[in-house]
């Protein structure tokens, strides 16, 4: 089977680096690519994406701004936001997208039922 | 979860990314101290703050999760401007950053928190919180943002009810002491013109007029001052579509993205609670006939997320509000072949109109006649019931089309309805008033001149101001009953030979035309109240206003006059 890729955008390296080691521990099918804002991840993604893991606060672009960039360019791409609370109007705002939610802090259990969802 | 490897490269990425963003807090602070309206750099330390948070929580430590969370609220609300950085507010966050330093090292070497009471310093965080005089920030669970902040975990329902009575509360303002005192000073004022006035009546006549003059002016001061109070930011009503959009959105499996521009706008707040459920009509609208579904976008080349765009903005006293979608746009000839179908226009009326027109017909009342039941609003309308509101207002709607690329619906509205400045005008020896903004100039023919100035064109009388031409409608006509109507119309020859023709040349939207009055009084700023029950139905007046001799005059209705 081919390897799905995941795209991650979090500008804390150690939220990148949890990550990185929870797929690699466990979920080793997946390719990984790193972004540390959304300028990087718009550069980075590509058609072969599958998932993508935003988080909210960033330098730059915000995570929905990033949502809506990623969708129009991958229409078929879930697009989940890495957040322990949001503000309502955001909260609204990102589901009126139809963007998913992933409570901080993140875990290999929420991953691994966000990846079920998009087999 | 990790084998040990893992867990101390973790551990490591910790303290590296956790010190190299408390370096950057620190000389942010520093800067922020000096330069206190820099948002760049408060953002960035906001941001800095966050990540701070974000990593002790993963890694488990929560008692300084707690602790740079409350100093995360403190930036979020200067972010708002609720509060602005002094020495006071800089100490505290600098011996956050200290404490958090200190911990840091406690963590490397024994591998815990340690024993340190973070409490004190929390509690002085809160305190600086609450004395900002924003709404009382929770002290857990907020963190994008100090209100109408969502537990992602909590109950949906849960999260409901905050957003609708934050945004919602348009019944009360809050004043500030100042202007409250500033006021009272008016009043003060006011009553020591009165008594000069009062003076000058019984014991010095030749004072009245100078006195009556400054009462006039004093009042008209007064007037402004309270009509500012009256005006409020649209924002605070506009918030509460994000929710719409998204349950619209669910509802109709569509994807959207609501913007929002110039939500600092002010407008009365009478008028903002009668536009609020228009826009949210017009929204809804936008996501329900505008917008196609992702798939269909997708198929188009369109992006699958489709846009609406709210725009408020204020020109000359006048609040246009804009309601764009990125959608399929208006298909006119459904349009045209429903109206035909529904009666409202014959095929032969049908042929004449124009794009605009046609689209126009989408507000007629009985075009959609389905009932839409709308979970949201709660109860079925049509289009007619926007048009119908905006009427009352003395607004006016333009609407615009392009297919396949959107469609966007203007209004234009009064910033204030409680005093609007009018022309007085006569016919049939009443007064009326006409709004200021929607005359284009006034002119007088005397003479031979009327008759060089007025032509027919299709047996309709046109009249010639500065080389153009423009339809002449006689105000007299527009309000005599229709058994009178004979005996007023002149015919363009009739007119032709009148000793003076006076016309007032307005303007409605891209339409101008010239209104055939009696006589041109003065201008004059009206106190306008609703047209009484008994008129209600007769759309050429938008209100009544009383006149210094007692009378009544009417506010005419310019755009309803057209369409006389």
Known sequence: ?119 | MFDEASQQALMQEFFSENREALDRIERGLLQLESTPNNRELLNSIFRDMHTVKGNCRMMGFERLEELTHAAESLLDLMRDDKLVIDILIGNQLLSVLDTVQRTLQTIEQTGSEGEVDFSPLIFQLERIQGQSGADKAPTTGGNEESRGVVDLGAEPSALRTDGESAAGRIDSIRLSIERLDALMNQVGELGAVFNQLKYAISRNPSQMDQSLESLGQQIQQLQGEVLQYRLQPIGRILDTYHRLVRDLAVETKKKVVLDLVGEETEVDRNVLISIKEVLGHLIRNAVDHGLESPEERSSRGKSPVGRVRLTAEQKQGQIYLEIADDGRGIDVDRVRAKAIDRGLITSEQAAEMREAEVMKLIMAPGFSTVEQVSKISGRGTGMDVVQAAIDKLGGSVTISSQGGRGSSFRLRIPQTMAIVPVLLVTACGETYAIPQVSIVELVSYHGPEVSRNVEGKMQSPMVRVRERLFPLVALRQVVTSLEDEATVTRSVERIQAEPALHVVVVQCEERIFALDVDGIKEPANLVIKPVNRIFADIAILAGTAVMPDGSVSFLLNVPELIKV
């Open chain 1, 1 to 119: 089977m081919d390897k799905k890729s995941v795209l991650i955008v979090d500008d804390s390296s150690l939220a990148r680096m949890m990550v990185r080691k929870i797929f690699a521990t466990r979920f080793t099918e997946w390719t990984l690519i790193e972004a540390k804002d959304g300028e990087e991840a718009l550069s980075l993604s590509d058609g072969s994406l599958h998932l993508a893991l935003l988080d909210f606060n960033m330098p730059g672009m915000n995570g929905i701004e990033l949502a809506e960039k990623l969708m129009v360019k991958h229409p078929s791409l879930a697009v989940y936001l890495v957040t322990a609370n949001i503000q309502e109007r955001m909260h609204q705002r990102a589901e009126s997208m139809g963007i998913g939610f992933i409570k901080k802090p993140i875990a290999e259990s929420k991953i691994a039922d966000i990846l079920q969802q998009v087999a």
